[in-house]
């Protein structure tokens, strides 16, 4: 949010710069130069051909040019302004790159990985306030979201899209149950979890249809520890296999793929529609690891 801000800002300054100099100081210097430019030619014609310039073309051409240059100054504002507003539209409207951080979203999502998120895909939002301008189409089950965090809105989270509004979702011994029906998951040979240097049991989940990988740590108690106080916590019932929940109006339950090590709803609460910066949708680069590029589930 704050590099939003600081692009918007230097949109508005190189922005301001750059009409400036189209209506008040690129005049300016033709007018300086066409001037500059017949005097020169006074100049070639009260010599006489003997005393002429030789290269009266050129040298007609350099002055030109020193006369119509910006200087310093506007060459550092206004001449930037086309690309900034490029990256700053393309950015809040249309695509915009992350790094993932940690290791939430493994196996789907590596540390290391940059991704693209889609910034229309559920409705355009205005920069910096984020306030919904067109409807877009709603979350679905499954989709990979960024966010900005409930508790920091400073800070950008990636999670899967669990529960919609409405829906009750319970996670009891680590099986994930939806409107009381169970998610089918298909098991997977072990992953081994190169942050963690140990394997954890691999599965497949099937979201509606959608499939993903989920990753299991058997050495970890399913129960909740340490949830932080979030507005609807009283949707919530934590017990001694898990976490049941009731997602408010207007929110959405979140959860990472890396079920044992992602702090996600279940610590710290419901991600509000109007905390939705995007849906993940490609891995462009890897830099350890060039065979990650491409798209995911």
Not at 156 to 171: N, Q
Not at 179 to 188: A, D, F, I, Q
Request: with cysteine; aromatic share 14%.
């Amino acid at each position: 949010m704050n590099f939003a801000l600081i692009l918007f800002v230097l949109v508005i300054l190189t922005g301001i710069a750059w009409v400036a100099d189209k209506l008040v100081f690129q005049p300016q210097r033709r007018r300086a130069a066409d001037a500059a430019v017949a005097e020169f030619d006074r100049q070639q014609q009260r010599v006489g051909e003997r005393f002429a310039d030789e290269n009266a073309p050129q040298t007609r051409a350099r002055i030109r040019d020193e006369k119509l240059r910006q200087p310093w100054w506007l060459e550092y504002t206004a001449s930037f302004f086309p690309v900034i507003l490029v990256v700053f539209v393309v950015r809040s409207f249309i695509v915009e790159p992350f790094k993932i951080p940690s290791g939430s979203m493994v196996p789907t999502l590596l540390v290391g990985d940059f991704i693209l998120v889609n910034k229309f895909d559920y409705g355009l939002r205005l920069p910096i306030t984020n306030t919904k301008v067109t409807r877009g189409r709603p979350l679905e089950r499954g989709d990979v979201v960024v966010f900005r965090y409930p508790k920091d809105e400073s800070v950008d989270y990636i999670k899967r899209v669990i529960g919609l509004p409405g829906d009750v979702i319970a996670y009891q011994d680590k099986k994930l149950t939806i409107n009381g029906k169970p998610v089918p998951e298909t098991s997977l040979p072990d992953y081994f979890d190169e942050e963690r240097i140990g394997y954890a049991k691999q599965f497949e989940e099937d979201l509606n249809g959608r499939k993903n990988a989920v990753l299991n740590n058997p050495a970890v108690p399913p129960f909740v520890v340490g949830a932080d106080d979030y507005p609807f916590r009283d949707n919530c019932q934590y017990n001694s296999e898990g976490v049941i929940c009731k997602v408010p109006p207007g929110s959405y339950f979140m959860m990472g793929d890396n079920r044992d090590n992602s702090a996600d709803s279940r610590y710290w609460g419901f991600v509000p529609d109007q905390n939705i910066v995007g849906r993940a949708f490609f891995i462009w680069m890897n830099f350890s690891n060039l065979k990650r590029i491409g798209s995911f589930n």
